[in-house]
């Protein structure tokens, strides 16, 4: 039976070596031992020699060809013998060597573009791992920071300095930073300078685009009006508020008022409002009424002994709340001008944070737009607000007889886990009196 | 180095020859009536088995790397496959006198010897010993597998399970003498006295020379050969091998009942070639290579030529050195003339040799002549001969079915780590073999008497340090670990450079002399390399040996015996083998440039190796005790800055007890919040002065953690540190560039990355040779550099005026220029 010659693999990394000529023709006789052909390797030419005797039947590569190895590339026997067998496959015939058509090369494109190095014009702080750590811990923005580390690295101290200088915030504050869309002022409103949701601006980069479809219009609520509807919900979710009602008699206020309004030039008292009368006169019977100004934060009610009033101002950008701080020891003049600066700088947009922060009560008047009573909402953590309604003619009981005088309605909302219904409510009476002895309270 | 040995100068300065000893060449002479008297009829045949068993075992793997296929089965084998084709007389008459107790070590191309020594070995040993040893060896895993093909009696089962073992293991297969670990040129079966084969030319000589010591110290039976090339004669560690097996003190001043030198033959298996060069001729100029043994001893090594193409010659030889060795009169040298017909290996295109020699020397075949020899001699038919070759052709044929199978003989789980748990034995053991340890004195008549009753604590009431004259230091704890190891273990021996008398260069071994006998302390030749190769071979064999390099700058003298030989050995064998080999070396300083250096970062990066570097004279105590009772290798640096140091950290001083530190545990010497300086050795006390000027000056409270081993190392601890503080920086003494903290640091990086607050920072010594100990300062991390450090790159301090450059473009320009 005829043998095969095997193409050898001279070396482990050895897959195909080429056949550089061939020592024996087809039909030589070939000795064992003998040199059958060379082979060349990236190496070294070598002898390939035969293992059997016999005829050499068949060659199965030309010189020159790559041959793989361990594939037959020889056959030797008897004259004769058939050697179909041991031709590898793929091996061209010895007559024709034609060249089999290369196999299609798929082109393959990168589904990925070119990757292109843009140059680094802006370079963030360096910071260090364990500071940008601390850093979102506390939402402080390293970007402001000064890096007190080798080359101006902002290290962990800096922003654990930050940190102890940052403003506390409450966590709903803290969640809405988190979450994006708002920025945090470096001083809240809250006690303390505590940065309350409502500090919170829209970031620049939130301007949402309004879709409107046929039949209704969809607006986020964005910006202000979020802030006040979480603080709001807040408020109603995170306190335990009532709200008392009760008229007062508003002659005497009224009066009064129209005597300023007719007062001289010189005094300045002109522009004195009914609004700055209530202030006044709330900042000096909360004087008696301690605990409700007050505020009420983490099971513990800070009372105050003097009055930081805050009042409500509706502005074009939503509702604010300045602060008349120490409002109880300003005469009604200066209170109404500290009024109407911090109304003005709400107006327009200048309100300083100062005039902002701290309130212990707050004032919302609703009286000019005749609204007779209504249930104010806390501003947390101030334990009470009062609403102001409208002025109205009312019929009383004044000795036996029916008389109409003018009432105005007070709505006193409270939280009742710092403050009894008993004592607001004779807070309420002690307003309704101050009102109706303005003129008194004045004198003190 | 002994007052035994007085050295007279009248006599050194005498005029007089030295006369050589004649080297024999080929002297054997053939006596067919002595021969068969000798071996008798059928160890004459035998021998002619044997060698066709080589034969054909290596064409067999020549078919496979050639052709990929043998008798009709095909294989792939990727490794490789050094074949000593044509040099199966010089294997097979080697083996054919010696016992299984006997050992043999080789080379790359030593599966011929394999096969040779233990088809001796089945001769000779009873039926239900071979049994025993196969139930035995890898759990008998290997023996099911060849009783499923094997046919004939326990012999027969016995030589297809050599054949099995050795061929898995070429193939890699778990299965495998050494589950595939070894391979091709690592190959061994020490059951039948076949010990560890060597890629490494002539890494056999000094590992071979170190089992002959176990024999002597041990006194053990046997002899062992030394099997390398005769190119190996290049190899300086040959030399250092000869030079150590022939040392005078064996006969002059060890205990005449031991037997004398180590009863070892170095045999060159002289083919003429390594690789592509010629020794004789060429690279080398011996002419004869038997000539070099008379550059040796007086004896010359009892060195000659003999005829490596006749077995009946080389059994003879062997026979003749064994009454020699067991004179004590070793060490003996063959110089066994043989020629290889394959090529050096599968790539070889024996560019280098003509064809017409190779022809040569097949007419002169072995194993035709000495086939026509046993014909002419009427020991065996032609026929008889003819059958050998087909019956052991039929049983390779089952033999390679069953190894290249990937169901039968499948190789090692690398999931799970399967090599990774072969790295090391992690076993502990009092001693290595039972018995009374050899002694001179009662150990409480020791200096230990002296060492216990010193101050255990360096420090007094008033915290002030006290002297180490009167107190323990760093060196007496560690002789106090090796004495009491000594008294353990009869094993147990120690040798290196003044080992004996001067107490090794830096006195730790003081007051051995008075307690061991030579032979479990003495002094080695100026060899490094056979110091660790011999310990090495000592160890593998089953003994327990401290090696001693006196600086760790000599390391370099024996950097292939630690790197390849005793940090491979235990896992290239499969965990056959253990190496309770513990090198001692010392980081040096005021000697300069090749005595000042901290080499731990080239051990800690060849895998296989324990490393471990206490700093204290409780660690010293307590880590070399543990490495002392472990049953892996470890390389144990010392610094000489703290020799005479006692112990000022732990509390409770250096115990008097026993006791060890536990393997991987760094030490946290000194608590802190603000800033974690790791150390490695010595710098552990400068970076403790450098915390104090923190605390003091900068009001930065600094955790000084000592790492106390590099490999293996737990990182919890310092982990931990550094998520406190944020902020680390290591120093040690070693060259900062490819520093071992580098690792640490990098691995900090990457294990503690959010918390860090500045980068991880390196204080290493400068990339500069040492300077004059003048000098040192500029070249050994100071406290100011560590200060420095923090200042520049990890935390500003506040009005502190630097004396060091170690800002980042410092390190960028070093760098630069390379230093
Ligand atoms: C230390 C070392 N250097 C080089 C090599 C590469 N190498 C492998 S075998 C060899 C030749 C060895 O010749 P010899 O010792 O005479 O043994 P032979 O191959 O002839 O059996 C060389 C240089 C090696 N394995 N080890």
Redesign the pocket.
């Known amino acids: 039976m005829a043998q095969a010659v095997v193409m050898p693999k001279p070396g482990n990394n050895v897959e195909s070596c080429v056949l550089v000529s061939w020592k024996k023709r087809i039909g030589d006789q070939v000795e064992a031992g003998e040199t059958l052909c060379e082979i060349e390797t990236d190496k070294a030419v070598m002898a390939v020699d035969s293992a059997f005797s016999g005829s050499m039947l068949a060659q199965f590569f030309a010189e020159g060809e790559e041959v793989p190895v361990f594939t037959n590339i020889a056959a030797i026997g008897q004259p004769g013998e058939i050697v179909d067998a041991l031709r590898p496959a793929g091996a061209p015939h010895e007559s024709s060597s034609e060249p089999s058509a290369p196999p299609e090369v798929q082109s393959r494109e990168s589904a990925h573009g070119p990757t292109s190095h843009v140059g680094v014009e802006y370079r963030e702080p360096a910071i260090s791992p364990r500071a940008r750590r601390l850093a979102d811990q506390n939402l402080v923005d390293v970007s402001t920071l000064a890096g007190s580390g080798p080359q101006g690295r902002i290290i962990e101290r800096d922003v654990r300095a930050a940190v102890e200088q940052q403003q506390l915030m409450t966590p709903l504050a803290k969640r809405m930073v988190a979450q994006g869309g708002y920025d945090a002022p470096s001083h809240g409103t809250g006690p303390r300078g505590r940065i309350l949701a409502a500090d919170l601006a829209p970031s620049a980069a939130q301007t949402p685009e309004q879709q409107e479809t046929d039949d209704y219009e969809s607006i986020p609520v964005q910006g202000v009006r979020r802030v006040i509807a979480q603080r709001l919900l807040t408020s109603l979710q995170t306190t335990a508020q009532l709200t008392l009602t009760r008229s007062a008699d508003a002659e005497a206020l009224l009066t009064y008022r129209e005597r300023l309004k007719a007062s001289g030039e010189p005094l300045g008292l002109r522009d004195v409002t009914l609004g700055d009368l209530i202030h006044f006169v709330v900042s000096r019977v909360l004087k008696g009424h301690l605990d409700l100004n007050a505020l009420f934060e983490e099971d513990i009610v800070h009372r105050f002994n003097s009055v930081n009033l805050a009042f409500a101002v509706d502005t074009p950008r939503g509702l604010i709340a300045p602060v008349v701080h120490s409002a109880d020891s300003l005469s009604l003049s200066q209170i109404s001008t500290e009024c109407k600066r911090l109304t003005a700088a709400c107006h327009d947009g200048t309100i300083a944070p100062a005039d902002l922060s701290t309130g212990t009560f707050t004032v919302t008047n609703l009286g000019s737009l005749e609204i007779e009573s209504f249930t104010p909402i806390l501003n947390p953590p101030q334990v009470a607000i009062l609403g102001v309604g409208g002025i109205f003619l009312k019929p009383v009981d004044e000795d036996g007889e029916v008389h109409f005088r003018k009432q105005m309605s007070l709505s006193l909302t409270f939280d009742h886990q710092a403050v009894d219904g008993a004592p607001a409510a004779r807070f309420l009476q002690d307003l309704a009196r101050g009102f109706a002895q303005v003129d008194l309270l004045l004198a003190v | 180095m002994t007052k035994l040995i007085p050295i007279d100068p009248a006599e050194a300065r005498r005029s007089s020859v030295v006369a050589g000893r004649e080297v024999p060449v080929n002297a054997y002479r053939s006596n067919p009536a002595r021969e068969a008297q000798i071996f008798g009829r059928d160890g004459l045949v035998r021998i002619y088995r044997d060698m066709v068993y080589i034969r054909e075992f290596e064409t067999m793997l020549d078919r496979i790397k050639q052709e990929g296929a043998y008798q009709g089965i095909t294989y792939d084998h990727l490794g490789p496959a ?1 074949l000593s084709i044509g040099q199966e007389a010089a294997a097979v008459g080697q083996s054919y006198h010696l016992q299984a107790h006997d050992f043999i070590f080789g ?3 030593s599966h011929g010897e394999i096969l040779a020594k233990s088809l001796s070995a089945i001769a000779k040993l009873p039926e239900d010993n071979l049994i025993d040893v196969m139930e035995r060896y890898m759990n008998g895993r290997p023996l099911r597998v060849v009783e499923s093909f094997s046919r004939g009696g326990a012999k027969d089962l016995a030589v297809d399970y050599i054949l099995y073992g050795t061929l898995a293991e070429i193939f890699g297969r778990e299965n495998g003498f050494n589950k595939g670990m070894g391979g091709s040129m690592h190959a061994f079966f020490s059951p039948f006295g076949v010990m560890p084969n060597n ?3 002539g890494g056999s000589a000094d590992i071979a020379v170190g089992a002959a010591l176990f024999k002597r110290v041990n006194r053990k039976p046997g002899l062992v050969v030394a099997n ?5 004669m290049g ?1 300086g560690p040959v030399w250092e091998a000869f030079m150590f097996a022939a040392m005078d003190q064996f006969r002059t001043l060890w205990d005449s009942d031991l037997g004398g030198n180590p009863p070892i033959i170095f045999n060159f ?1 002289n ?1 003429f ?3 592509g060069g010629q ?1 004789q001729g060429e690279t080398m100029a011996f002419g004869v290579l038997a000539r070099v043994g008379m550059g040796v001893n007086p004896e010359a090594m009892h060195a000659e030529r003999i005829d490596g193409y006749n077995p009946l010659a080389v059994a003879d030889a062997v026979a003749r050195k064994r009454s020699i060795l067991e004179a004590g009169r070793g060490p003996a040298l063959l110089d066994t003339v043989t020629y290889r017909f394959s090529g ?1 290996s599968p790539s070889d295109a024996s560019a280098y040799r003509d064809r017409s020699e190779i022809d040569l020397w097949r007419q002169q075949d072995g194993l035709f002549r000495y086939g026509q020899y046993l014909v002419e001699n009427g020991h065996a038919y032609q026929s008889l001969l003819d059958d050998y070759q087909a019956d052991i052709t039929e049983r390779l044929t089952r033999v390679l079915a069953a190894a290249v199978s990937e169901e039968v003989s499948p190789r090692i789980c690398t999931e799970n780590d399967g090599v990774g748990d072969l790295m090391f034995s992690n076993e502990t053991r009092d001693r290595m073999e039972e018995g009374k340890p050899d002694v001179l004195i009662p150990l409480n008549e020791s200096r230990l008497s002296q060492t216990r009753a010193k101050q255990r604590l360096g420090l007094d009431e008033q915290g002030n340090r006290l002297s180490g004259l009167r107190a323990v230091t760093y060196a007496e704890a560690l002789f106090e670990a090796m004495i009491h190891r000594f008294y353990q273990d009869p094993t147990m021996i120690a040798y290196g450079e003044e080992n004996r008398d001067w107490g090794g260069a830096f006195g730790v071994y003081r007051g051995l002399t008075e307690c061991l006998p030579y032979h479990r302390l003495f002094n080695a030749p100026i060899s490094e390399g056979a110091i660790v190769g011999t310990a090495v071979g000592y160890a593998l064999s089953g003994g327990r040996v401290v090696a001693e390099l006196m600086y760790c700058d000599f390391m370099g003298r024996a950097g ?1 015996e630690i790197f390849n030989q005793m940090a491979k050995w235990q896992a290239m064998s499969a965990g056959v083998l253990h190496m309770p080999l513990v090198l001692r070396v010392s980081v040096g300083a005021k000697y300069g440039a090749q005595h000042s250096q901290d080499w731990s970062a080239m051990v800690a990066h060849v895998p296989g190796l324990k490393v471990m570097f206490p700093a204290t004279p409780y660690d010293a105590k307590g880590m070399l005790n543990l490495a002392l009772r472990g049953t892996d290798p470890v390389v144990f640096f010392e610094s000489q800055r703290l020799y005479t140091e006692p112990e000022t950290l732990e509390a409770g001083g250096v115990p008097v007890d026993y006791y060890e530190v536990e393997l991987g545990e760094p030490a946290v010497r000194r608590a802190g919040n603000d800033l974690t300086i790791v150390t490695v050795g010595a710098t552990l006390y400068r970076a403790l002065e450098a915390a104090s000027v923190l605390a003091q000056e900068h009001n930065l409270e600094a955790e000084v953690i000592d790492l106390r081993f590099l490999n293996p190392l737990n990182y919890e601890a310092i982990i931990a540190s550094v998520r406190k503080t944020g902020r680390v920086v290591l120093a040690s003494d070693a060259c900062e560039r490819g520093s071992f903290l580098h690792t640490v640091a990098s691995n900090i990086s990457q294990l503690a990355f959010d918390d860090l607050d500045a980068p991880v920072t390196v204080v290493g010594a400068r990339n500069w040779i040492t300077p004059p100990a003048e000098m040192e300062a500029a070249f050994f991390p100071q406290k100011e550099w560590i200060i420095d450090t923090i200042h520049e790159r990890i935390l500003p301090l506040a009005g502190h005026s630097l004396s060091t450059d170690q800002t980042t473009h410092e390190i960028v320009r070093r760098n630069r220029e390379g230093t």
């Open positions: 050094h080379s790359h191309r890629a490494i030319v390398i090339g005769d190119a190996a190899c298996m083919n070639y390594g690789m020794p050096h292939d």
